[in-house]
């Protein structure tokens, strides 16, 4: 039931409690000296004016395991509201503060807060992007004495945050109401490691990407994204998972925050004041149309990794950024399952890899799989939605066998250690496969690794071969003989200067030349 006032202001004189279920509309709202006012787990207040609470009054709105309540006001706001943020479980969560000025001192103090502590380190930290890897998520600590340490004063608006209480409850924060864009200044750092911490500065709810509403924060935020990694990444517990616009409608709930990958270290993310909304579930996911997609999982046993792949009518086989999505990663994997884009490839290991729809006869994609050797690992695929007989087939270059692992589970022994593509690729072909079934010219991938190598990905194993560097003017650089095979790596001359390179391949089967961009 909704209900309206209609009346131009509405107030709460002192020792009135008002309890808010389902939605209430109301064109100003003052809660008064002892006045109170608090809005239920998935119910909604609406000011369509102006918002004041007395100092020695309250608003607080709530949430539990399935629903946020939410507070939206289109004018001013004036004094401090509270929102608890209910944790369901001991797990870690990306949080943020939906109000603006709490102190992280008094948070931490805070006894019903119940924030898991260690060696002086309470529950709740930052990303700094600057720090070794390992050391990036910066716990506050009231005498700090490591890089991982750190004294904060108040919870900046619009920056994620990591905690964990001792038991399940809520985090309470209390402050201020944003009441325009919050602009999210991220650390101006000179490594190649831009991944930030950022999260929904309001108490209401943001659309997340197209499926939810047309302007939402990853189209209004493109330009901050590095293309390979335009998209949201949420922690579930036990890895991140990204949400862009190949996924259904995704709306950010009050308190929610999540990480980005960004073009460069001095850029900025935009929470615009004008994308709330309310919503009567959190995180609900509609599909308008069915999707076909192979999501294909490697296990140990111990452990399970998973990377996806769509099909869409308009996606390429190179990059789509804001579909694709890279694979966050901080240090060396010592286990995880990731793909290298068909075409176009950087080296760049992908968590989600959209494709065409109409090209499942002559897909081949390749798998980046790290694992020690020895290891015993198990590949298996779900499809939906595929043609009839099409399916998801894993070719192996070590032991030229190609299973389908859309019918049965694919188990083997490592005899070496696997450090990304080379070995594994997936085929969606329905036809019979051989093991002379390789990559054409087409499909050759030419990258320059962080080693200083050139990376030739996709030659067909048949042969010897030659490399030889250009620079743009057409000066031979460097030439070198190699035998063919499905990765190979050739040092590059340690004093290559940034710039515009054509790299020429000459084979048995012919040559070919492509332009690529070192730096």
Known sequence: MKVFF?????????????????????????????????????DVLSVNNNLSVNATGSLTIYSNATHSGSLVVTGTATGNITYKRYLQDLKWYLVSAPVVGQSVPAFVANAENALKRSRGMYAIGYYKSSNASGLRWVYHHNTPTTQNQETLTDFVNGQGYISSRTSAGNLTFTGAMATSDVTVSLENTTTNHHWFSVGNPFPSFLPANNNAAATNLISQNTNTFHPSYVGLYFWNGTEYK????????????????????????????????NLQSHQAETNKFYRNAPTPNILVTLSDGKESKTTELKFYDNATTGLDPGYDAAAFIDGKPHFSLNTHLVKESQGIDFMLQCLPNNAYETLVIPLSVYAKANKTITFSAATKHLPQGAGAYLEDTVTKRFVNITDTEHTLTLNSTQNGIGRFYLHTSDRTLHTDDFLDISSVNIYKTEGNMLRIEGLKEQGKASVHLYDILGKKIMTQSFKTQRVKDIPLPASLKTGIYLVNIQSEKGQFTKKIIMG
């Open 242 to 273: 990204v949400v862009n616009h190949a996924f259904p409608s995704v709306h950010l709930k009050p308190g929610q925050a999540f990480i980005i990958n960004t073009k460069s270290g001095n850029e900025q993310f935009t929470f615009s004041r």
């Open 6 to 42: 209609r009346k131009s202001t509405l107030a709460f004189a002192a020792l009135c409690f008002v309890f808010i279920s389902k939605f209430v509309y109301s064109q100003e709202l003052h809660i008064v000296a002892g006045g109170s006012m608090s809005v239920s787990s998935g």
